[in-house]
């Protein structure tokens, strides 16, 4: 496992695996929790924006009582999880914010997150850009859907021109961190926004219009200085003992460790497995 610090199946790859969750990401959300209390007792109403394949979704609705509502919204189609609604849009589109309200009987959200990427192309700028259309459109939804006190975690990707999110939104929250779970490569630029205590912004009316930019959005709020940044706390969570997904571990020394679930359906080494079955494995034959 985790032959170099690129490649992907790292340890948490590999727990993800034998534990059941659908993708690594899992634990940074079970990180981000055990160090903010995300998902107490009186969180009821959940949105998961940017879903699949569903980790995130599994981490709700295995902390969360079958009482709550959680409700996944993605591009693409998700397997079903209990206790979670699970609904094919797009997260930028309004009709989607009619979708998520109708299975909340008027009432609003207590949690919103965001693990959303697009498509990277490769291109450091443009990824970044692309990345944060898509937090503000993620926070477009929240300012609809999230109750006064509420929180909201997105993905970010800390370019160098994050502090100017920051200073946004600092306008709607009353605490604003970076949070980098131990389970998110050092050697990525990713990281999550971690933003407590939701104030509605007074006499201001959010409203998702497809007709509208996103400063069009934003409109009537005073946010001064279109260059105006901020530094926000950085913290690393995880906890001590948490794996570090940049390191090589030898998973013979793991006594907990545990076959996994689901394995691999069409796995890179398949074919020189059956051969080796066969014992007719050589060199040519793998290639
Ligand atoms: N949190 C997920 C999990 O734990 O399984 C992983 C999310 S994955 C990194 C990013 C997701 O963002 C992709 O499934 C992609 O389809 C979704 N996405 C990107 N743009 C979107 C949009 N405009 N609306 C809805 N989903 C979007």
Known sequence: MGKTSKDKRDLYYRRAKEEGWRARSAYKLL??????????????????LCAAPGSWSQVLSSKLSTTSTIIAVDLQPMTPIDNVTTIQADITHPKTLQQILTHFNGELADFVCSDGAPDVTGLHDLDEYIQHQLVWSALQLTTCILKPGGSFVAKIFRGQDIDLMYYKLQRFFGKVICAKPKSSRSTSLEAFIVCLDYKPIPGWIPRLDLNKSTNEFFE????????????????????????????????????KRLDPIQLPTAPPYKKALELKRKGELSRREIK
């Open 31 to 48: 990180q981000l929790d055990q160090e903010f209390n995300l998902l107490g007792e009186n969180v009821k109403r959940v949105v998961d």
């Open 220 to 255: 009537g709020i005073e946010f001064g200085d279109d260059n105006q940044r901020s530094i926000v706390e950085f913290v690393s969570c995880g906890g001590d003992d948490a794996f570090d997904s940049d390191a090589t571990y030898n998973i013979e020394e793991d006594s």
